[in-house]
Structures are given as structure tokens and as C-alpha cells.
């Protein structure tokens, strides 16, 4: 019934990303770095290469990924009842010529959550998966960006 009025889910794997090649300048540790790749190879129409030579687009990091928590608000013994947390990221794009496709592009996304401290070990292993989830929205913003660049005509291959 949805499909009939033209619903469909985002996702990053329905859409292809419009370069051929693509070159990810993120450290081997960085946890956008490994799921980006891991969306990018899902998608079948882009491959990853290891020399931005080779690439139409180079994804660099700006300002590497930043957590934060901030307390929002405290009990009558100044124990924190509420958090602020945000998960912060920079990167540009551009292709191996050294032309800018993208400018550096900063994206925060925040979330409230409570907290108790009765349960703190509960609620750490909360925090860990809501940063988790937060990565992943990092990520799927990052894809949306690269789907609506145009590749540079110019771009040597």
C-alpha cells in the first residue's frame, strides 16, 4: 500500500553515490571512517581506493569526531538528573585536483537524557549506545551529502 504512493524508507544503499571512486581520508581507528566504508562497499556502485590520486572524491576530515556531555540540570544533593549529550564532526570534500566540491561542512547532533545515579552503571551503558546511535546518524548525513555532489567534469582518472 505505501510503495503505491511512492514511500520508501531512506537508506544509504538505495541511492549510489555519483563518483566512481572515492578516497576516505580517516584515520584506521575512527569509527565514521569504518562504518562510511562500510556503507559505501555495501552499495556496490563506488569503490574505495587507498591513493586520492585515483579518486573523483576525497573525503577529509576537518575536525575529527567530539563527544560531549553536559549536565542540564542537578537534584537537591547536586547529583546530575538530565544530560545534554553531542556528538560533533567536520569534514570537506573535493577531488583530486585539489577542487572543492563540498566546504568544510560541520554537523552536531545532540540528545537529552536522563539520568540516575542509583543506576549508573545502567545508564553508562545507555550513554555508550545513544553516542553509538548518534555515530550512525553522523554517518548517514555524511552519505546524503556525497549523493547530492556533482563530480567535477575536469576530474583526472
Not at 91 to 120: C, I, M, W
Request: aromatic residues 8%; contains cysteine.
Amino acid at each position: 500500500m505505501l510503495s503505491a504512493c511512492g514511500f520508501r524508507l531512506r537508506s544509504a544503499t538505495q541511492t549510489s553515490l555519483p563518483f566512481k571512486t572515492i578516497y576516505l581520508h580517516f584515520p584506521e581507528s575512527s569509527a565514521i571512517g569504518v562504518e562510511l566504508k562500510r556503507y559505501i562497499r555495501a552499495s556496490g556502485s563506488t569503490e574505495i581506493v587507498n591513493d586520492p590520486k585515483l579518486a573523483e572524491a576525497i573525503v577529509e576530515i576537518v575536525q575529527p569526531e567530539r563527544k560531549g556531555r553536559v549536565v542540564l540540570s542537578m537534584n537537591g544533593a547536586a547529583q546530575p538528573v538530565e544530560y545534554e549529550l553531542s556528538y560533533s564532526f567536520s569534514f570537506r570534500v573535493h577531488d583530486n585536483q585539489d577542487r572543492e566540491l563540498l566546504p568544510a561542512t560541520s554537523k552536531t547532533v545532540t540528545f537529552d537524557t536522563p539520568y540516575n545515579v542509583a543506576l549508573a552503571l545502567a545508564k553508562e551503558t545507555e550513554i555508550t549506545a545513544i553516542y553509538v546511535e548518534m555515530q550512525s546518524e553522523m554517518v548517514q548525513y555524511i552519505l546524503r551529502r556525497l549523493v547530492a555532489l556533482k563530480p567535477s567534469a575536469q576530474t583526472a582518472h
